[in-house]
C-alpha cells in the first residue's frame, strides 16, 4: 500500500507561481514512477508531467513552465509550476506508477494510487 499526500495548492494571480508537493510512504520510493495530473471542472483529467527514476516528461501546455522534480531522502515529488495561467486552474493529483518504467506513463491507466488531490486556482 502507498499514501500520497499532495499539498501546495492555493489562489496566485496570472503569471505567478506555486508548488505542489506530495510525499509518498513506501520503502523503495527512488524506482516509483511519479506523476501530476489535473482534473478542471468538466474536463478529463490529463497528464500534467512526470519522472521516474531515470527520465521526464511533460505535457506540451506546460513545457518551459513546470518543472517535475523528487527528493527520494524525502519520499516527496515536487511540482514547480511558473507563469501560472487562468486555464491552469484545477485540481492536481499526483500519482504512483510501481511498474519501475524508464519513462513516465502518461496515461493514468498505468498509475497505481493516487492523492486526494489539491485546488490550484489562477485569477486573471
Known amino acids: 500500500q502507498v499514501q500520497l499526500v499532495e499539498s501546495g495548492g492555493g489562489l496566485v494571480q496570472a503569471g505567478g507561481s506555486l508548488r505542489l508537493s506530495c510525499a509518498a510512504s513506501g520503502r523503495t520510493f527512488s524506482m516509483y514512477g511519479m506523476g501530476w495530473f489535473r482534473q478542471a471542472p468538466g474536463k478529463e483529467r490529463e497528464f500534467v508531467a512526470g519522472?521516474?527514476?531515470?527520465?521526464?516528461g511533460y505535457a506540451d501546455s506546460v513545457k518551459g513552465r513546470f518543472t517535475i522534480s523528487r527528493d527520494n531522502a524525502k519520499n516527496t515529488v515536487y511540482l514547480q509550476m511558473n507563469d501560472l495561467k487562468p486555464e491552469d486552474t484545477a485540481v492536481y493529483y499526483c500519482a504512483a506508477d510501481l511498474r519501475r518504467a524508464v519513462v513516465p506513463a502518461l496515461s493514468e491507466r498505468e498509475y497505481d494510487y493516487w492523492g486526494q488531490g489539491t485546488q490550484v486556482t489562477v485569477s486573471s
Open positions: 519522472i521516474t527514476w531515470s527520465g521526464l
